[in-house]
């Protein structure tokens, strides 16, 4: 496959999200002679590439580390070889967002989901019961990845009556503070225009459980059935898998969007950040406290406990903030050897406490 000239490659790639900055961070290896492209499957180690020239195959072995945060994946813009067989991947482009979670294994590993993402939308069916602490757990990844998150409440046609409606929205939004809470039905248009609206700005990955209508929304912001779609069971809301790998698609009314399989399993990973901007309520209530590192369990002064005593704070969130901060502490840990040294003098020093308070109480009754 011959090179192409400059203008040629940035007018073919440009829906899938090229710009002058891509072509820039490309032009070292544009000098060797190697094609820029995009990312749009990736699948047992060789990876979908969309190209100025057309769609080809490379194996990514050539860019594969030990580091699994470092491997190919959806989403990546990468320099391949022109020919060869096999063709190889050389490089990825520095990312600019990154959506990682931790795997299910006990080596403390992250798993990258996809690259240079605009907008994560978290997709959650109306169809079952709301679990805001799984709403909370997909934005605080969200917003660690650099993307803006948007939570699209789908299947808004099961949920006719108005005030159920609007009650179960501002749920969401009360757990998801700066982020747009939208209700849509694939079924009947209802709000793919705005939807539509956000993701022609750029990259949009697809977030949620199996079930949650991810593939029918997809399906409807393409306006054709390139996703496959299965139904629902029943009894309890869920589906099978019915995407297998992320895949990234140009949508017709510009933008590019990454479906993705439905998630059972999501981790945080280092999300330090993302945890303190979906619970930005608490972290500004923490600045009241009394003692700058206030645990807000039980010390005095504590404006956290206060606000959950006086009604301005649901407990449940606190609880759900509570979580996933020891969560991610618990997985930040595992692989930094001195915060593991203060999470055990915290712990020696709690402990501590404890005792003291123990003999005293015991004191008292001698």
């Known amino acids: 496959m011959s090179s192409l000239p400059s203008s040629s490659v940035s007018t073919a790639l440009a829906p899938y999200g090229w710009d002058d900055a891509w072509a820039d961070a490309f032009a070292p290896y544009e000098a060797e002679g190697l094609l820029a ?9 060789q990876c979908d590439v969309v190209t100025a020239g057309g769609l080809l195959r490379a194996d990514t072995a050539f860019v594969t580390p030990h580091d699994p945060l470092r491997v190919v994946c959806t989403g990546d813009w990468v320099a391949v070889e022109p020919g060869g067989n096999p063709r190889y991947v050389r490089a990825y482009l ?6 990682v979670r931790s795997t299910s294994s006990k080596r403390s590993e992250g798993q990258i989901l996809a690259a240079n993402v605009d907008h994560a939308v978290v997709a959650v069916s109306l169809a079952a019961e709301l679990d805001l602490a799984r709403i909370e ?5 969200a917003w660690e990845s650099g993307a803006q998150p948007v939570v699209v409440l789908t299947k808004a046609d099961l949920v006719p009556d108005a005030v159920t409606r609007g009650y179960l929205v501002h749920d969401v939004e009360t757990s998801a503070p700066g982020v747009p809470v939208l209700t849509v039905s694939a079924r009947d248009g209802e709000g793919l225009d705005v939807l539509a609206a956000i993701t022609a700005g750029g990259t ?22 390139v996703m496959d779609v299965r139904e629902i069971r029943d009894v309890d809301g869920k589906g099978r898998h019915t995407t297998t790998t992320r895949n990234l698609l140009a949508l017709p009314g510009g933008g590019v969007l990454i479906d993705t399989p439905g998630l059972r399993g999501v981790g945080l990973w280092d999300a330090g950040t993302g945890v303190g901007q979906v619970f930005s309520e608490i972290e500004e209530l923490a600045g009241n406290c009394r003692f700058h590192d206030c645990a807000h369990e039980s010390e005095p002064g504590c404006a956290v406990l206060e606000a959950v005593e006086t009604g301005g704070l ?8 509570r979580k996933l901060l020891r969560e991610n502490q618990y997985i930040v840990a595992k692989t930094d050897a001195r915060l593991r040294a203060e999470i055990r003098k915290d712990w020696k020093r709690k402990g501590a406490i404890g005792k003291a308070a123990m003999e005293a109480k015991r004191g008292r009754f001698r």
């Open 204 to 225: 949009t990955v697809l977030l949620g459980q199996s079930g949650a209508g991810k593939s029918t929304l997809a399906n409807a912001l393409l306006g054709e059935d």
């Open 137 to 141: 757990r997909f934005l605080a990844l």
């Open 94 to 99: 520095p990312r600019r967002t990154a959506f």
């Open 314 to 321: 649901p407990q449940r969130r606190l609880d759900s903030y």
């Open 37 to 45: 492209g995009r990312v749009i499957r990736v699948d047992r180690g």
